[in-house]
């Protein structure tokens, strides 16, 4: 089945520690998202990518890196840089018209 | 910029209609979505709108109009399983080509 997916489902994080979240899509999509949500809140816009190795930063890039080395896979690596990751953090896809959004199904991370 | 405003909570009756509001500013308007996300889970696409009007989709229907940056989402016959934060998402033409996404709304379906 055509998809993406998301792993790992449930991260923890110690103070100081680098992790990276992975995204991989099997749907032939170009271009990938990396949003973050809060509880009660909507999604907002690490960074982007409309094409394999070129990414943009969105609206709250800092402390987050990512990579885009193959059309497939598009990581996203929460530094230690990012003083309060504890979130819900979704990775998607988009086709070449904008109706064809795909999301993962999210990976919870948890500082302690 | 961008700029996209919903209400924070609603709370209805089931089997009742209800009618979620979304105001957005924005340049290079093209196009508003609406998803459903239930708790934990990932947003779930329920309706696109580009032009002016009014769009139907069994129980849920979306209206835009893109002079007043208006839009609404209609849930009629409303169900138990309909309680879930409503999310509305404006796309742009203008450089990046990402939807830009409101707070939510998150509905309660009382009994």
């Known amino acids: 089945d055509g998809g993406i997916t998301q792993s790992p489902k449930y991260l923890f994080r110690k103070e100081g520690q680098n992790v990276t979240l992975s995204c991989e899509q099997n749907l032939n999509h170009d271009a990938m998202y990396w949003y973050r949500q809060d509880p009660g809140q909507g999604l907002r816009l690490i960074y982007y990518?409309?094409?394999?190795?070129?990414?943009q930063k969105g609206d709250i890039a800092e402390g987050y890196s990512v990579s885009r080395e193959k059309k497939e896979s598009f990581p996203l690596t929460v530094t230690s840089a990012q003083k309060n990751p504890t979130a819900f953090y979704l990775c998607?896809?988009?086709?070449?018209?904008?109706?064809?959004?795909?999301f993962g199904e999210g990976s919870w991370l948890t500082v302690v | 910029g961008q700029n996209i405003d919903q209400p924070t909570e609603m709370t209805a009756t089931e089997g009742a209609i209800v009618q979620i509001n979304c105001t957005y500013q924005t340049s290079g308007f093209n196009g508003l979505f609406w998803y459903q996300q239930h708790a934990g889970e990932a947003p779930t696409f329920l309706s696109y709108n580009v032009l002016d009007g009014l769009e139907e989709k069994g129980r849920f229907s979306s209206f835009l109009s893109r002079s007043k940056g208006y839009s609404y989402l209609l849930l009629k016959e409303l169900q138990m399983k309909d309680s879930a934060s409503y999310l509305c998402?404006?796309?742009?033409?203008?450089?990046?080509?990402?939807?830009?996404f409101g707070s939510g709304t998150r509905l309660q379906v009382q009994p």
């Open positions: 998607a896809s988009m086709g070449p018209r904008a109706l064809l959004i795909y």
């Open positions: 990518s409309q094409i394999v190795n070129d990414f």
């Open positions: 998402a404006v796309s742009s033409d203008t450089g990046r080509r990402a939807l830009t």
